[in-house]
């Protein structure tokens, strides 16, 4: 690729073939016609020059086409580049469950999942220069998105998250544990885990205590956040012909654990039964301390071929209706 400032070729070997339209200019101009062309007497008459420039129009008309033609194959477009910021934010991994006790109907008639995504979706629209990882976790844990400031693909990756894409469970300390080693060496100081869940730790190897207290030592701070009303909700016990079969249970989320994983790292648990502790953690996260955090912002390119491959098409369509005129007269 070859870079003119604003005006870049992506294939410019084929500019290469602009060299040759000298030498075939020169050795068309060279050559003589072995017989007369012209079958109009009052065009004869007028002497050799009508009958040279028109043919030197049509060589230009082609010598254009050709130029166009190639340079279009060269492929140019402008406008790209590339511009490196420095900013100030938080590095923010949150732990996401999508266990299927996520569909219960707690909030009826959105389900735990879908006023969970809400929320975070919201938190993450908020944000301007924090770097934000998802993981998402059931009975085992799996990394979404790395750290970014891409925030579109961080919005994209919540809207896809479902029940069913991991093992059914909940994992909350294989959940930590994962997130943790995310945050771990990301620059600055500020590092910040978000574990929303709705229910009681059942599946993983790993103690949520003990991962918490390792995410304690590289400088980690969990906010927790309980999906879920008190009482009784419909909660999915299986599939039917008709889809999730539903009976009412207990709402069962393991407050104590939640706050003693929180504490244990000098963040806080929250009860997620309204808006109200979205905008809690939003407030509690913005106070930290930020660290500068780099990022590249691409402008995307603008194709040009278009214009050259536009003039071939319109010298190509003038030299052929030149030469049928030429060629219809009598």
């Known amino acids: 690729m070859i870079d003119f400032g604003a005006l870049q070729f992506v294939s410019p070997l084929w500019l290469l073939l602009l060299l040759l339209l000298p030498v075939w200019w020169f050795v068309a101009r060279r050559r003589r016609p072995a017989a007369i062309v012209f079958s109009r007497v009052p065009v004869l008459a007028r002497g050799p020059r009508a009958g040279r420039g028109v043919a030197r129009f049509l060589m230009v008309l082609r010598n254009l086409a ?54 975070i979706k919201q938190f993450v629209a908020a944000r301007n220069t924090d770097r934000i990882g998802i993981v998402a976790f059931s009975g085992e844990a799996l990394t979404q998105v790395p750290l970014t400031t891409d925030y579109p693909v961080v919005q994209a990756a919540l809207d896809n998250l479902q029940p069913g894409q991991l093992e059914d469970g909940t994992a909350i300390g294989t959940a930590i544990a994962t997130a943790a080693n995310r945050l771990k060496d990301s620059p600055g100081r500020s590092r910040v885990m978000i574990l929303l869940t709705d229910g009681v730790n059942n599946r993983g190897s790993i103690d949520p205590r003990t991962a918490a207290k390792a995410a304690a030592a590289f400088g980690i701070k969990i906010y927790g956040i309980g999906v879920g009303t008190e009482g009784m909700a419909p909660v999915p016990v299986g599939r039917g012909l008709f889809g999730l079969r539903y009976e009412m249970q207990r709402v069962e989320i393991d407050d104590a654990l939640l706050t003693d994983v929180a504490k244990v790292t000098g963040g806080r648990y929250f009860r997620a039964r309204d808006p109200a502790a979205l905008q809690a953690i939003t407030e509690q996260i913005d106070a930290l301390e930020r660290a500068p955090v780099r990022s590249r912002t691409f402008v995307r390119y603008s194709e040009l071929f278009r214009w050259p491959l536009g003039i071939m098409l319109v010298a190509l369509a003038c030299e052929l209706m030149l030469g049928a005129w030429k060629g219809s007269l009598p």
């Open 66 to 119: 050709l130029a166009s033609g190639i340079v279009a194959l060269a492929r140019p477009r402008s406008g790209a580049h590339a511009e490196t910021t420095t900013s100030e934010g938080i590095n923010i991994v949150v732990a996401f469950d999508i266990s299927s006790s996520m569909l219960a109907l707690d909030f009826q008639p959105q389900n735990r999942l879908e006023v969970a995504r809400a929320k």
